[in-house]
């Protein structure tokens, strides 16, 4: 998969460079959720509350076992400090559950600079960072990004999405960076009822519509008017 054309890059997100999956051979370690620093400013807080009911459902071995099968895409400089590229919802989830949990990660790039400002700069350049807040607004400042997963806002337009998604009416894109978001972005652009990430019922009706409409073709994961 090459970078993205321009109909596939709504409103002002940047060309990507695609997300290498972990099973072109690349090694995974084990490493603190709480150590690794988010590349985006925001989450659906519905997707991460979805999550943790999950995860208080399955054992510590389960756990591990489903960590270790969706690894952690990580960019790494020089002092071995690491930016998470995905799984931001699910890690979340599990930080606020278990302070000192572990997950599985693999290095996609190793930088050959120490400072933070480097990092976020060359993350830029591949197109790994999503700087709207959870408004929509930006995109703001790289340096303004949240040192923790902790710190991520509710963005409830991804909440939404994530519902889309788990309805089948907006096929997934695991290698596209920040694609739900893409998907947000753009149903932000729509008229839509008020609702929120612990109140989605208002929107869904108006979001499926559009979801499914040819306005949203241009969109990486339509599905047009045959999704369910």
């Not at 999405?161 to 149903?187: A, N, S």
Request: hydrophobic fraction near 35%; glycine fraction near 6%; charge should be positive.
């Amino acid at each position: 998969m090459d970078g993205c054309s321009v109909e596939a890059c709504p409103l002002h997100l940047p060309d990507y460079a695609p997300i290498p999956d972990h099973n072109k051979g690349l090694k995974l370690f084990e490493v603190a959720v709480a150590d690794l620093q988010p590349t985006q400013m925001c989450v659906g807080m519905a997707e991460v509350w979805n999550r943790q009911r999950d995860f208080r459902e399955e054992s510590p071995e389960e756990r591990r076992r489903y960590l270790n099968r969706k690894p952690v895409p990580l960019v790494r400089n020089q002092l071995g400090h690491l930016w998470m590229v995905d799984r931001h919802h699910r890690l979340r989830a599990l930080l606020e559950l278990v302070p000192t949990i572990t997950t599985y990660g693999y290095v996609i790039d190793d930088l050959t600079t120490s400072t933070r400002e480097e990092a976020l700069q060359a993350l830029h350049n591949k197109g790994w960072l999503y700087l709207q807040d959870g408004r929509g607004n930006g995109p703001w400042p790289a340096k303004d990004l949240p040192a923790t997963l902790l710190g991520l806002q509710d963005d409830p337009y991804r909440s939404l999405v994530w519902k889309l998604k788990q309805e089948g009416v907006i096929k997934p894109q695991p290698l596209i960076p920040y694609h739900e978001f893409r998907w947000g972005l753009w149903l932000r652009t729509r008229p839509m009822p008020p609702f929120s990430s612990k109140h989605l019922d208002p929107a869904l009706p108006a979001a499926r519509r559009l979801a499914r409409s040819s306005a949203a073709s241009h969109l990486a994961g339509w599905k047009g008017s045959d999704a369910s």
